[in-house]
T-cell receptor
């Protein structure tokens, strides 16, 4: 079945440093979504990318969708302590119904 | 108003018991989901309903039975609970007609089987 892997599994940075998580799918995706889950919380939708090579920005967050629509990345510039949490990519394959397959997640810890 | 609400938030029960988790959304979405998050934080889809019709049924033990009385509600009943069922169960909803919107998740139900 479809697999979506993320690296790294865990990253600990100092506040102000940059952070990047990478997402790779075993199959081509119709779109990719990113979610953030704070400790003890639930996944919260951040953004969706649909087009090959698409790049979107949300303040300090930059999201990219690969040309082959099989990989994606999330880059955070100048991390803040509020960025702490687990970041999940989630891919939607080309099937008749939406079936979002979540990546393995990257846990980000930011020290002040 | 909470967009996707789940009850209960915590559930501690003994092996062999039967329990239910309820979910309701007030977003007008037509598709609802159950996801299971294990201790390693992996999020795995279990079921999905679109307008009360089951459209996704992953490899889940048949002790798990979802039910959608209407498109705003999706419940999950679990029979003969086992230790391995301990996890956080998330309900989510989305608009299938919108096609590509994000999912809205409930706050989760932490199930502990002892």
């Amino acid at each position: 079945g479809q697999q979506v892997m993320q690296i790294p599994q865990y990253q600990h940075v100092q506040e102000g440093e940059d952070f990047t998580t990478y997402c790779n799918s075993s199959t081509t995706l119709s779109n990719i979504q990113w979610y953030k889950q704070r400790p003890g919380g639930h996944p919260v939708f951040l953004i969706q990318l649909v087009k090959s090579g698409e790049v979107k920005k949300q303040k300090r967050l930059t999201f990219q969708f690969g040309e082959a629509k099989k990989n994606s990345s999330l880059h955070i510039t100048a991390t803040q302590t509020t960025d702490v949490g687990t970041y999940f990519c989630a891919g939607c394959p080309y099937t008749g119904f939406q079936k979002l397959v979540f990546g393995t997640g990257t846990r980000l810890l930011v020290s002040p | 108003d909470t967009a996707v609400s789940q009850t209960p938030k915590y559930l501690v029960t003994q092996m062999g018991n039967d329990k239910s988790i309820k979910c309701e959304q007030n977003l007008g979405h037509d598709t609802m989901y159950w996801y299971k998050q294990d201790s390693k934080k992996f999020l795995k889809i279990m079921f999905s309903y679109n307008n009360k019709e089951l459209i996704i049924n992953e490899t889940v033990p048949n002790r798990f039975s979802p039910k959608s009385p209407d498109k705003a509600h999706l419940n999950l009943h679990i029979n003969s609970l086992e230790l391995g069922d301990s996890a956080v169960y998330f309900c989510a909803s989305s608009s299938f007609l919108q096609g590509r919107g994000g999912y809205t998740f409930g706050s989760g139900t932490r199930l502990t089987v002892v």
